[in-house]
């Protein structure tokens, strides 16, 4: 009798034994311990608790980084972290804070924001209005109104113009209008004037033509100011803007001739509502 095995005898040998082996030191191995409630359950929370008690440091930059940080995780519980950096004692931290806490669910988002737009450093306040302006809710708008008719910074007021074009909402329509014709009692800073034609646009009301078409034909405003009318009426697309429109096309800023063009075209080919 032949007693060498065959190369496939041999080699279902060999693993079986292999396998035994294995789970001979598989089942000597110690059972790990459950995770203690202490323990943190995955990296995610591990990184946030991290991030969180350095928002306890001395150094500002610390402070700071931090901060970054858990925005940059882009997750709920990451922003609610980052709340408590919203009272740094250090302006540059809160600023950063107002866009950490940008995934918060919208309300809270605006809550937690709302008191920093009375922040005594007007950077804090400009950086603020903006982060409104990305939660896009209709609960800030009356908040960014206030700011954009009673702040003494431009910049300030800029923030919160821009911030009301993000949103959308008609109600602000007027406010944003009434920048035009400030002109008569006082002068208003052309960004902000730029960016309240520029937002109209956004909002995209029709009762916001009326002003737009006279902010395009009053030649005392700064062009900029003409050129955003100008696109603006094309966003909305009421032919009651034609007239003045073509007008426009023809003005000797070749810019403002030419955006005035495109939104003759761009009124053209709308389709009826």
């Avoid at 697309?237 to 000797?252: C, E, R, V, Y």
Wanted: aromatic share 2%; glycine share 4%.
């Amino acid at each position: 009798m032949n007693t060498h095995r065959s190369p496939k005898l041999r080699l279902r040998t060999h693993g079986w034994l292999v396998l035994c082996a294995a789970v001979a030191v598989s089942s000597s191995l110690p059972v790990r311990a459950n995770r203690s409630p202490q323990e943190p359950a995955t990296q995610l929370q591990a990184e946030i608790e991290k991030q969180k008690a350095r928002l306890n440091a001395a150094e500002t930059e610390d402070r700071r980084d931090a901060v970054l940080r858990l925005g940059a995780l882009h997750r709920t519980e990451a922003s609610r972290a980052a709340v408590p950096a919203l009272s740094d004692a250090s302006p540059i931290v809160r600023v950063t804070a107002a866009a950490a806490v940008s995934s918060l669910p919208v309300d809270e988002g605006v809550s937690v924001l709302k008191p920093l737009l009375s922040d005594k450093d007007p950077f804090v306040r400009q950086e603020v209005a903006y982060a409104l302006g990305n939660f896009r809710s209709q609960n800030a708008v009356p908040l960014l109104v206030e700011r954009l008719r009673s702040d003494k910074v431009s910049g300030v007021r800029g923030a919160a113009a821009v911030a009301l074009g993000m949103i959308g909402d008609e109600t602000a329509v007027l406010p944003l209008a009434q920048l035009f014709s400030l002109g008569k009692k006082k002068s208003e800073n052309e960004f902000v004037v730029r960016a309240a034609a520029h937002s109209l646009g956004q909002i995209r009301s029709r009762s916001a033509v009326p002003p737009l078409i006279a902010a395009l034909a009053n030649d005392s405003l700064p062009q900029d100011v003409r050129r955003e009318a100008a696109q603006s009426l094309g966003l909305i697309g009421d032919p009651s803007a034609i007239p003045a429109l073509q007008t426009a096309s023809s003005d000797n800023d070749p810019h403002l001739s030419r955006i005035a063009v495109e939104a003759l075209r761009r009124i053209a080919t709308r389709k009826p509502t």
